[in-house]
T-cell receptor, first 109, second 115 residues
Framework: DAKTTQPPSMDCAEGRAANLPCNHSTISGNEYVYWYRQIHSQGPQYIIHGLKNNETNEMASLIITEDRKSSTLILPHATLRDTAVYYCIVKGGAQKLVFGQGTRLTINP | DGGITQSPKYLFRKEGQNVTLSCEQNLNHDAMYWYRQDPGQGLRLIYYSQIVNDFQKGDIAEGYSVSREKKESFPLTVTSAQKNPTAFYLC??????????????FGPGTRLLVL
């Protein structure tokens, strides 16, 4: 599975959009981009995933560049409860999810 | 409520003791997984099972054992052979369909501490 690169930490003001970037320059054609988040001492929570088209659900939007080498997770109206570590994962046929260090997102009041 | 439950939330183990962590799901998922998370680290795969009565080792299976006698249940035993068992243990499940990149959903986790 391809490796991903994320900034270690980000801050965002409450009510604003939080844009979390992820680089996955070695992604291959059959690999999906997944986003999870983990609030302290809880299990990871699935957010969204996509292959090449942009995706939106009730939690977030996922924007994938045309060359698929990077993506951005957008939380449109961040709240204090969105403070968590966000993981960008590229997954193909392998069974396991490979979690890197993720981005620690802090939402400030 | 559909979901994945793990029990207990906290578990204490004495030296040389085997302990079993419970994972149950009522999502009718075929595949189940066990991960370990150490402080400040990502998750590492211990074991996974794609179907009842079958399971595969992950990256760090040594010192652990599992069983999959029922579709809903995938208990993990941490044996005395696991020398550094203190960690946060996470169970996940997914629909396993050929050709589909299945999404894994996680339980709340069990924190194991060695006394």
């Amino acid at each position: 599975d391809a490796k991903t690169t994320q900034p270690p930490s980000m801050d965002c003001a409450e009510g604003r959009a939080a844009n979390l970037p992820c680089n996955h320059s070695t992604i291959s054609g059959n690999e999906y981009v997944y986003w999870y988040r983990q609030i302290h001492s809880q299990g990871p929570q699935y957010i969204i995933h996509g292959l090449k088209n942009n995706e939106t659900n009730e939690m977030a939007s996922l924007i994938i560049t045309e060359d698929r080498k990077s993506s951005t997770l957008i939380l449109p109206h961040a709240t204090l409860r969105d403070t968590a570590v966000y993981y960008c994962i590229v997954k193909g046929g392998a069974q396991k999810l490979v979690f890197g260090q993720g981005t620690r997102l802090t939402i400030n009041p | 409520d559909g979901g994945i439950t793990q029990s207990p939330k906290y578990l204490f183990r004495k030296e040389g003791q085997n302990v079993t962590l419970s994972c149950e799901q009522n999502l009718n998922h075929d595949a189940m997984y066990w991960y370990r998370q150490d402080p400040g680290q990502g998750l590492r795969l211990i074991y996974y099972s794609q179907i009842v009565n079958d399971f595969q080792k992950g990256d760090i299976a040594e010192g652990y054992s599992v069983s999959r006698e029922k579709k809903e249940s995938f208990p993990l035993t941490v044996t005395s052979a696991q020398k550094n068992p203190t960690a946060f243990y996470l169970c996940a499940s997914s629909i396993a369909r050929t050709g589909v990149r299945e999404t894994q959903y996680f339980g709340p986790g069990t924190r194991l501490l060695v006394l």
